[in-house]
């Protein structure tokens, strides 16, 4: 599963696809983990949501220090929807009900059919934002803070399209791509509910080109 997607092309899609306040800046076109990204959450207000900057690859809040959280992040950018419940650098997360959404205009895959890697885009057929399930965390140590989040994934051994994707042998996985009309119950549902949300996205709904290499 990469670990690689591409930020929304402008500002007004953050309102326009997820109905919450535009960033006044835009952040860098790609996010790789380590690096700052955006996410929704609930806010304060029960009926609210909010656009919020955090770094791509969570840090548990029992991470001792700034150093140690640079070295998990990279480890804990994605994250097996099976286990988020039982592992622990998550598990707190999941049943603090810390549910996220990260906008995305598409992300990346690497081909590996022809033997070498071959990076893919993937978007949507129709070109709209996709919104993805993830989990948020707030760590704070000695003055230090760091907010963060990891996005979860899927099975996708026997998706149409997404099973092309990975090393050969490997379990296939791909993001946890919400419906457009499940983006408020995702984050409101029950603890016990959430689990329904976490389905592979129609293979018919996504579009796949190789990257052109400049």
Known sequence: ?????????SADLY????????????????VWPRQQGFFIRKAEEPLDFQLVQ??????????KSASDAKLRSTKLAVT?????????????????????????????EDDWRSGKAVPTRIARVDGKPMGVAGLWEHWTKDGEEITSFTLLTVNANSHALMNRYGQNGNEK????ILNEGAY???????????????RAYPTNLLLANPVQKK
Not at 1 to 9: A, D, R
Not at 15 to 30: N, Q, R
Not at 54 to 63: E, I, S
Request: net charge neutral.
């Open 173 to 176: 996985r791909m993001p946890a």
């Open 54 to 63: 955090g770094q791509f690859g969570l840090v548990p809040t029992w991470v």
């Open 15 to 30: 309102a326009e696809a997820f109905g919450v306040a535009p960033p006044e800046t835009l952040l860098g076109k790609e």
């Open 80 to 108: 097996r929807f099976e286990t988020m419940s039982t592992a622990t650098p998550t598990r707190e997360t999941w049943l603090n009900a810390q549910r996220c959404i990260i906008p995305m205009q598409a992300f990346l």
């Open 1 to 9: 599963m990469s670990t690689q997607y591409e930020c929304l092309k």
């Open 184 to 198: 408020s119950a995702w984050l409101s549902a029950p603890l016990e509910k959430a689990r329904e949300f976490m």
